[in-house]
């Protein structure tokens, strides 16, 4: 059973998404609960393999009875096993989600589509995170992003515009990707990735070998909207349906950064990374800038969800800077930020998913004494802004000292200088929107009447209250995380 | 002479880069969708020919489907990039049909896929 779980998780949703049509078709109120059945499974799964990864070591199952390399492998290490269990209950707590949202802002025709596509979506991502083998990743990769242009483009009016460019921009990293694994594959003659890895330190001088690294590197960041590459994100994810931006946010730029971490550091080795050419030294600024770039433009935004989308820019600048300084600590901090930003990122757009149910908007300046009519709500946009900003005891605080740490530890001060510098601007970003909430006066309102107390449905309150929870007690259980599961995720070289 | 050779030697490489940056400059420097949508399509399939070349081999190689006679590794050209490539270009048709679907969509909405014109539409309608 363990080992079947690697490959059930991918198989699962895969043909509940085909199902859910022709079920769809009969009784169309049946697609929410075995989506939600679905994903469930997925969580049990990924908890399942992480158990089993644990225990007793890597899972490796072979697909179709086919030895590894010529068959395709499921690989799972510490890794891929912490990064399931984010992906699979994100996606659990989205569907929750979904119901009400999309009733609420997509056609009656179209919430049948949305769950097949949607699985779809988890489908992608979770195969990206079990495969072993690097063209069935780009496989994955392009079912994720193929599902991810549909649901985007089925958002609001000027969402179509924005799903365009996103498609070039993404079929673009698709390519490098893909002409990576290609140049890889002349010099080895395999695609698995453990027999690349055995494979090619006796190759590191090919000059193919450089050119496939840079393909990698540039595709992926095109993929996970690293600063310069980001333009197609704030436009994508601030026209997407609440739910799709919820759910794209949290978890596609994160599973690239985890096909980089892969890249960089399992198929070639750290050594060659960060030593062979100054990836991790430009990559590092690249990053700073994203940070900077990120804040500055969230805070010239007024609409909410695309200023959490420049938000999500500044923190992919920070996972990649931990990963780029070389050193466990800030390897840690990244991983770790993985978690945390994803968790943040779905709280934050959920809260602005609830907006948009009840006011119909997501201006800025027009949010005055939300407060009162939605306190619950409020209250975790709150939880999820200061773990945003990294307060202490919340998840954000954590990740953040161990990025800073790792930098302080690579001596690279300029780093820890934007790190702490974005760091405020990101305060500075939610506390304008926490003061026009709490203390700004309605205009609206000339009557003196109370607004009445107001909040979202049942099922879209509770993933939001579970969400920011949540990020408490992965602040409280940062230790054990990292005790369990990251600090066994670091390369060796560290 | 090297210099020859090695740019006829490896025609099939040459040709692929220059069908790779027509792709590219097509994607950036058009106004059109459409003709930026082409351009993407023959950025994929530049890189199926790229695909397709490294597999061949020298020496009268030929389809690998087993022969009498012919039992040698070398007398059979390499399948696997072939076998990627299928999968390619299934994910290549989807990505395009994803993305005309998207393109009609936006040419119900501005009657037009010029990327100026959509341009001074959304201004147009900004200022009322």
Redesign the interface.
Known sequence: MNEQASILIIAIPLLVSVLNIPIGLLKRSLCYPLTVFTTLSCVYLSFVIADTVINTGNISYHVGGWEPPWGIEVAIDHLNAYMLVIISFVSFVVSIYAKNSIEKELLPDRIIYFYTIYLLLVTGLLGILVTGDL?NL??FL?IAS?AG??LV?IGE??A??A??NY??MG??G??FY??GV?YL??VTGTLNIADLTRLLPALYHSKVVLAAFAFFVVGVAIKIALFPLHTWLPDAYTHAPSTVSAFVAATMTKVGAYVMIRVMFTVFEPNFTLNALPTTEILGWVASAAMIFGCIMALAQTDLKRMLAYILVAEVGYIVMGVSVGNRAGFTGSVLHILNDSFMMVSLFFVAGAIMYKEGHRNIKNLSNLHKKMPVTMGCFIIAAISMVGVPPTAGFFSKWYLIHGAINAQKWFFVAFLLLSSLMVAAAFFRIIQNIFFQPSESHTTHEEPVRDEVPCSMLLPIVVMSISLLVIGFFSGQIIDSLIQHAVPKGF | MDTMDFIIGKYNYWVYIVLMMIGFYAMIAKNNFAKKLVGMNIFQTAIILFFISTSSKTGGATIPIIQAGMDKAHQYINPLPHVLMLTAIVVMVSTFGVALAVLIMIYRRYKTLEEDEIMAILKMEKQI
Request: hydrophobic share 60%; aromatic share 20%.
């Open positions: 063209f780009f496989v392009e193929l242009y549909a483009a009016d000027k179509p515009l799903t365009f498609i070039i079929t673009i698709a390519c893909l002409l290609g594959y002349i």
